[in-house]
T-cell receptor
Framework: LAKTTQPISMDSYEGQEVNITCSHNNIATNDYITWYQQFPSQGPRFIIQGYKTKVTNEVASLFIPADRKSSTLSLPRVSLSDTAVYYC???????????????FGTGTQLKVEL | DTEVTQTPKHLVMGMTNKKSLKCEQH?????MYWYKQKAKKPPELMFV???????INESVPSRFSPECPNSSLLNLHLHALQPEDSALYLC??????????FGPGTRLTVL
């Protein structure tokens, strides 16, 4: 499994755009990049997943350069409720539904202030 | 029903006790997972069940015993735990490998 490296923490203010970058130099051809969000004492929540270029949903955007050795999670106009730990994971998508091994890195603690 | 439920929310047990954690999902997912999470650490995978069969055991001590009675239910039986086993135990399920749906967890304290 490809190892990921993220900043340990980031601070932002309400209304700003936040970009969290993840490094995954050893990403394999079949690997997808997935981001999860976790609030204290809750289970992680899937945010977004991508393979290359750009993916956008109602919550975030994911930018992946051509070499796929890094990715950037972009959160537009954050609010206090976006304060959480954000995990970047890289691995096979496991489309067979047979289960897969997710390895969480240390994550990035995002703190949003007024 | 689009959620994973876990019971109990909190559990306190002694080192000689036997207890069980329960996880349930009705989304038709055929893969289910147990994770352990210590404070300020990322979740660590313990077990993966695929189509009700154990497919991954991350070298978890035998005092943790998983069980998958059917496609909707996952149990984790606990026996002779140690204080260092105190943690948040998370259950997850998935239709595809990387998009896992997590439950709220069971906060376990071993005295």
């Amino acid at each position: 499994l490809a190892k990921t490296t993220q900043p340990i923490s980031m601070d932002s203010y309400e209304g700003q755009e936040v970009n969290i970058t993840c490094s995954h130099n050893n990403i394999a051809t079949n690997d997808y990049i997935t981001w999860y969000q976790q609030f204290p004492s809750q289970g992680p929540r899937f945010i977004i997943q991508g393979y290359k270029t750009k993916v956008t949903n109602e919550v975030a955007s994911l930018f992946i350069p051509a070499d796929r050795k890094s990715s950037t999670l972009s959160l537009p106009r954050v609010s206090l409720s976006d304060t959480a730990v954000y995990y970047c994971l890289v691995g096979d998508r496991g489309l067979t539904g047979g289960g897969n091994k997710l390895t969480f890195g240390t994550g990035t603690q995002l703190k949003v202030e007024l | 029903d689009t959620e994973v439920t876990q019971t109990p929310k909190h559990l306190v047990m002694g080192m000689t006790n036997k207890k069980s954690l329960k996880c349930e999902q009705h989304m038709g997912h055929r893969a289910m997972y147990w994770y352990k999470q210590k404070a300020k650490k990322p979740p660590e995978l313990m077990f993966v069940y695929s189509y009700e069969k154990l497919s991954i055991n991350e070298s978890v001590p035998s005092r943790f015993s998983p069980e998958c009675p059917n496609s909707s239910l996952l149990n984790l039986h606990l026996h002779a735990l140690q204080p260092e086993d105190s943690a948040l135990y998370l259950c997850a399920s998935s239709p595809r490998g990387n998009e896992q749906f997590f439950g709220p967890g069971t906060r376990l304290t071993v005295l």
